[in-house]
């Protein structure tokens, strides 16, 4: 059985192959592809088969996706300008007959009310309608998505947000990884979509007190109203435009967007979810520090 992981030269797709073969795939049945292949030349080293793959280049999805039975497709990083490139890989993944694709989408992808729900609606319409066989991850937030908040709050003492009393599910990419390859490797159900998150849901005043623990300072989370995170936003360079697509997430924290702990994910990937405190503990080490 052939599996193919798109972005595989990102964090999260190479996770995925990491958890592959961690699981027992054949590492000469894994093709990892890329944009650039040059960026996978360790996974080769692996004996992992490599390819070109650019969701803006149709030419190369096609190629890739000959004899492939699974895939994943990790939804592209540039929220408005991702449609046309997911359906790209749809459209060559049912004209190829792979047997299932797996999408990264966003929680509550059709129903929530958030700016970044809009390409991942979108892109599970266009699932739905093609017939390919898939399943579809709701991920919730990622926790390393805070590490460069914990390390300005190591300079400041102060986690600046205006997601009020706003909860967040979050789970370590490494726990979504890992569902990922497992629903490659037959988990879940053709038609399933899954709502994945950590088990527990935090609060900002929360992950300030995690952001102490890890700083060895006094870390106090400050509350904006979203005017106020805007024009903050646009002090430190923004432009209108993303200062608001970046308050907006804010704003759909506190209304709850994020909250919904379940322990699905956990279910998956059979053992407890990474808590938050762990979660940003690995990923600060893992940043490289600045001259």
Do not use: C, K
Request: proline share 3%; charged share 20%; no cysteine.
């Amino acid at each position: 059985m052939t599996i193919l992981v798109t972005a595989a030269s990102g964090q999260l797709g190479r996770l995925v192959i990491d958890a592959l073969l961690a699981r027992g795939a054949d590492p000469a049945e894994v093709v990892a592809t890329a944009r650039d292949t040059s960026r996978l030349a360790d996974l080769a080293e692996r004996g992992v088969r490599t390819a070109t793959l650019d969701y803006d280049r149709p030419e190369t999805i096609a190629a890739a996706l000959d004899r492939v039975d699974r895939m994943l497709l990790v939804s592209g990083s540039v929220p408005g300008q991702r449609v046309d490139g997911h359906r790209a890989v749809i459209d060559a993944a049912a004209a190829a007959g792979v047997g299932r694709l797996v999408y990264t989408s966003a929680p509550h992808a059709t129903t929530a009310d958030f700016a970044l729900a809009a390409d991942h609606r979108a892109t599970e319409e266009h699932l739905a309608a093609s017939g390919v066989p898939a399943v579809v991850l709701r991920n919730n937030w990622y926790t390393e998505n805070y590490v460069a908040d914990v390390a300005r709050a190591a300079e400041t003492g102060e986690i600046t947000a205006s997601a009020g009393d706003g909860r967040v599910a979050s789970a370590s990419r490494a726990d979504y990884a890992e569902a990922a390859a497992a629903v490659l490797l037959g988990a879940a159900r053709d038609g399933d979509v899954l709502e994945l998150s950590g088990e527990t849901a935090w609060s900002y005043e929360e992950l300030a007190a995690t952001a102490s623990e890890l700083t060895g300072r006094d870390v106090t989370y400050r509350r904006l109203s979203t005017d106020e995170h805007v024009a903050a936003l646009q002090g430190a360079g923004l432009d209108a435009g993303t200062a608001g697509f970046v308050a907006g997430i804010d704003d759909a924290i506190r209304r709850g967007v994020l909250a919904d702990a379940q322990p699905v994910l956990a279910e998956l990937i059979g053992r407890p979810t990474t808590p938050l405190v762990d979660g940003l503990r690995a990923a600060l080490g893992s940043v490289a520090p600045t001259a």
